[in-house]
């Protein structure tokens, strides 16, 4: 089934030869066959092309009836007759790679709707596409090439770099962001930390925020996700970290290169990631604390301690990922029931 | 105490024949009796009709100043002296269509404001209500009767079928949705989901998502939640399937029919509920896995495994939740002062 | 470093003796010594202030080099030569203070923007600043120098009290706030709460919700956030009381004076919180409870039944705290490896 040409026309057709070549594959047969799109293995045709990579759908290759499919060595001989197996390291890579030959990240259609209201001073690159109802404010700076969609708000004085997308209804303020950056629907950069104190009559009274989100190039902000700016100082998400929808980022936060952040996360004010940090849906983190490159947070886990570099943790309270398994199938003993008047644990 | 009408102008009077005839009640007295509005047992007055269902609220029955209660008839001989006792199998049924009696959903005020941007191609149904700084899409079809809040976006080549209500701030992109359905405020369908392969050298390299979010009829979409197009395929909700507030749906999720999944529910990609399961509030499941029909998930659950059909699971990882009550009630026993150097666990 | 110009123009120079005057603070020295702008320990220079609360910070009081420092009597001796100390009993209250002598909260700039929309019979007060796009509806009541960013909704009849803010992309429905009120980004208050009845034949029937939200004075809802409005009835939020980001407040919740609800919480329909409650991050607490004032609910709880004023509870389902952390730590030794045939228990 290709994809809905309603949405996705297909800028096929593309020859095998050219999706061997972006995929980094090898294959046999006749290189100038051409494919009109990518698809799932359980659902592309004889003119689509489709991956394999791990175990999970293995047994779907063996019924494909895709043309052509990506995967690994190991998995060629499972290729049905028929069907052209494009051999390389990476298949799942190889297929976003060969997807985006067919349908690339639309190119902005330059121009700037009339309806959109662009501030005093505000500068806007070469190549931006403008959509209707955008708000650019006073003295922002929007690079070549960006596209708005409608009523993305881009705060005054806001840097935007070249490549970047602001989707409909997402809001940037006080922010500085880089090339290649992407806010997805509803999502909400530089809002005020919840920062005040407390007096002794029970008055909360607001500490000024005055600082800022610097978003590093390609960082990707998912829909209705929350990065507050710094109280003084910035919330600093580095080059190519990776933000799922509602995600909240508080005030002052900072993370390295590639950080992974999964849906509804939640990271409290002044924590810091290394890079390539993955923290898995629902995950919360304290504020203050340091989880050190290539850690894993799991999924649901409350991480209210340091987390050194390549450590998996789990849980709430967060514990080493084996130590929490280990006594996890201890505690379901104690919920067996009861064998000559004792508990189900292993004497 | 009348629902404010500043807010809620009441559609009343109503007879009382036509009150018992709408709930499916019986009564004694007076139909032609009128009453003015609904409320609550706590707070109704002598000319508005309220209701019971359970024990939660039995008490304020005996107190109520209502002048007519929806009940059950175990609960009749409590109607107080000179209140009629509205006497049905599901008086909070009965009540839902009672306060619509009064306060009907409002019906579209037929028009397309003047600053509505309509795209080419597009075409708005008879009798639809659009409102200020709505956006259509080039090619979308929105379906007769339909109401779109200020600022809503519908994107290019989307589908809305009849008599549905997409909410300020709402958005929808490759989206095809059926009748009756509604987006509430700032709800988000349709976004990129969270899909991309990092490279060796670290880079996060998107696939692109080249599915669709399918809405069947009467699915509803609470504020700021977000429905993730699929990958390849489609993410799909099932008739009646209704989201609260802050849900999270990844790409290619499937439900079936009269889902109810409760706020800040998240749901990993690729997961497949069946008909009638209920997520209670902020539970969480993993990708790929499969909840059967009349499946329940307890609140802040986390499920990393198949439910089977008709099973209640609690708990993080989910457990059956009879299993789960027993462990955790030793668990507390550990938790107690020890008592002649032993842990409070019963012997 | 001082706060980012392009975002933050500070409006000093401000002297010592006017900084601390305004912290409540006892110094020496000039008091015609003047001062550019706040920072934090780490950053600020010779024409900044700092302060420090508390012991996290205490290593960054000794070499910072600020001009001068809000502390408590303790640290005096602790800050450094030529840096002057602003002796004080709430330094960061007097941080928060000052802070706004250099950064006051933006006054409105009066004007309607030309693309605003006002409807029929709505009133806007003096001096408020209505934004690009802003929709307010048909008697709605905007009280004086009020801020509606861009985008921002007030819906048919809503009341908004004096020197409030509604930031881009928030809307507010069905509500009557106090004065000072905050919607921060995309906050969305009044919508239509997760109200409905189930037919035998699995039809999910929406119960009208005819209430409304009412915000006391100086509440403050965050970015995202959602407040549904209340069944019959009201969802009251009392003075002073702010919510974080992506917070979830059901139909009928009651709130009184000053809680803290911090990010990603959620309160299900009914339940009702006394006067400085404070709720840690991504709790959750069912319905028709209630939690006593004074008490604080852990990060991650899970609240299932009333809690007694003053109480802290952690854990999900919660228990007083002092309980759940001893019997962690006996789970913990459930986990540890065996030695002579026995768990890590203490025997």
Redesign the interface.
Known sequence: ?A??P???PARGPVSLAEIAATAGARFGGDGARVFAD???L??AGPDEVAFLEGR?YAGALKTTRAGAVLVTADAEADVPEGCVALVCE?P??G???V??L????PAPVPGIHP?A?IGPGATIGDGCEI???A?VGA?AEIGPGCILG??A?V???CVLGAGSII???A?M??CIAGAGVVL???A?VG??G?G????KA???????Q???VILGD?VEI???S?V?RGA??DTVLGP?T?L???V?I?HNVKTG??C?I???V?I?GSAELG??VVLA??S?L?G?ITVGSGARVG??A?VMNDVPAGTDVVG??A?PAR??M???A???K???PKRNGK?GETP
């Open positions: 089934m994809a809905d309603r949405f996705y990518v698809g799932s359980a659902a999970r990476a799942q890579l297929y976003a790679r997807a985006a067919f349908h690339p990240q309806t209201v959509g209707p109802y708000v003295g409608p009523h708000v705060g005054p004085g989707r409909a209804h809001s303020v006080f997805h629907e509803g909400r809002n005020e919840f005040f104190v407390t007096t029970g008055e909360h009274v607001t500490v000024p005055i600082g800022r390609r998912g829909a209705s929350c507050d003084a100082g190519g990776r799922d929808n509602q909240q508080g290169r590639g992974v999964v849906a509804q939640g409290a890079d390539y849906a629902q919360g304290v203050h999924a649901q409350g709430s309270p514990w130590e929490f280990r006594a996890m201890r505690l379901r104690l919920g067996a508990t």
